[in-house]
Structure formats: C-alpha cells, structure tokens
C-alpha cells in the first residue's frame, strides 16, 4: 500500500471494476513515548494515505455505482501501543465519511471495523471471548460492497450484522 507504482500496476491488470476490497494494513503497535518517528510515519504511509491513494487509482476504473470498501479497525479497549493505530484508523473513518459527500459517479466508499477476528485471537492464544466470528466479519464485508450505504463504517458484532 505505500507504494504507489505497484497499486495502479495492479488496478491497471485488473481492468474495469464493480468493487475494491482493501484488507491490508500496516504499522506496529509503538508506544506513544517510545520508537522513532520513521515508525510512526511508515504506518501513517502504509495504511491511512495507502488506503486513500488506493481510492483515489481505484476511481476511475470502477463503473459508475461501484464500490470501495476499505478497513479501519478498533481495539475493544485502549491498548498500550495502540495509540498511533487508533490516530491512523480514526482518520481512515473520517476520510470514509467525508468522501461520502463528493459527487463519485455513484460510486460509494465505506469502511469495515472488524476488531479482533475470534479465530485470529484464538491462533494466537488469546481470549477469544472479545473477538468477533469471522463470519460477522465476512458479511459485514459484503454488506458494505452490495448494500446502499455509502460513508458508512461497519462494526460487525455491534451492528448487529449477523
């Protein structure tokens, strides 16, 4: 995602498009008073301006009334480290809403919060308890690419996307 020459290569293999789905992110969990600030910026690179560089390639070759669905994320609490995440997602949100209002062909932009995946937590050994089935995750997803909705952030388990 941070480098652009490989997105539009692929858009440009890709061809004319009904929908984007981008699940990639990047960044490390740093604490606020610790790293260095190439940290902070390869992650502010990497998933919120790759994300909106990928929209910005993705929209000319998308018909009119596609989609594009990007994904945010939320730890279910504050987390030591996670503040640089929480800055980065929060403005990937903000860039969902607000590219709601602009006249895309009818093209609708929305973001998916999946928060931890129950299965991930489980592979890694953690409490899956405050994660969330991979499929409330998956049909969050489609609900985003095929539903109206447009500047729309999808939090599966608290939407009540079942």
């Known amino acids: 995602m941070a480098d652009p020459d490989s997105v539009a290569a692929l858009l440009d293999r890709a061809g004319e498009l009904d929908a984007v789905?981008?699940?990639a992110?990047?960044?490390a969990l740093v604490r606020l008073d610790?790293?260095?600030d190439a940290e902070y910026l390869a992650g502010l690179e990497?998933?919120?301006l790759g994300h909106v560089r990928l929209v910005r390639q993705a929209l000319p070759r998308l018909r009119d009334g596609g989609s594009i669905t990007l994904t945010s994320g939320a730890f279910a609490e504050p987390t030591p480290g996670g503040t640089f995440a929480a800055l980065v997602n929060a403005g990937l949100e903000a860039f969902v809403e607000a590219?709601?209002?602009e006249p895309l062909r009818g093209v609708r932009i929305n973001a998916v919060s999946p928060g931890w995946v129950t299965e991930t937590l489980e592979a890694l050994s953690m409490d899956p308890s405050a994660g969330t089935p991979a499929r409330e995750v998956a049909r969050a997803y489609v609900a985003a690419v095929t539903g109206r909705d447009r500047g729309r952030v999808f939090r599966p388990g608290a939407d009540g996307i079942r």
């Open 21 to 23: 789905v981008c699940c």
């Open 34 to 36: 610790e790293g260095e």
């Open 25 to 27: 992110a990047s960044g």
């Open 99 to 101: 590219a709601a209002v």
């Open 46 to 48: 990497g998933k919120l």
